[in-house]
Nanobody
């Protein structure tokens, strides 16, 4: 069992930056691939970024590539999403998620989810 708690969301102007954190409970955090997803009002949940259990591999949605960076520290049971050059279209509720095995861009393959946090980018 893994419990995930996100923090770091909020309101930022377009062009600004935010760093989201996801703290995990449990001693087996290092065996889980981690993903970040987001859901805007009236839209389906979409993939943002993922990172392998070791942190050696990362994967990004085209819409955030070059602007967002996912990283993790297994000793701290934490994964981060650094978001730069934010745009109004990045406004959404952001979720972190965990799954055993290889990282994935499919939300259906993740077993554990955080509660979500709002990120609002004003124009």
């Amino acid at each position: 069992q893994v419990q995930l708690v996100e923090s770091g969301g909020g309101l930022v102007q377009a062009g600004g930056s935010l760093r989201l954190s996801c703290a995990a409970s449990g001693r087996t955090f290092g065996s889980y691939a981690m993903g970040w997803f987001r859901q805007a009002p009236g839209k389906e949940r979409e993939f943002v970024a993922a990172i392998s259990w070791s942190g050696s591999s990362t994967y990004y949605a085209d819409s955030v590539k070059g602007r967002f960076t996912v990283s993790r520290d297994n000793a701290k049971n934490t994964v981060w999403l650094q978001m730069n050059s934010l745009k109004p279209e990045d406004t959404a509720v952001y979720y972190c998620a965990a799954r055993k095995g290889y990282y994935s861009g499919s939300s259906h393959s993740y077993d554990y989810w955080g509660q979500g946090m709002q990120v609002t980018v004003s124009s």
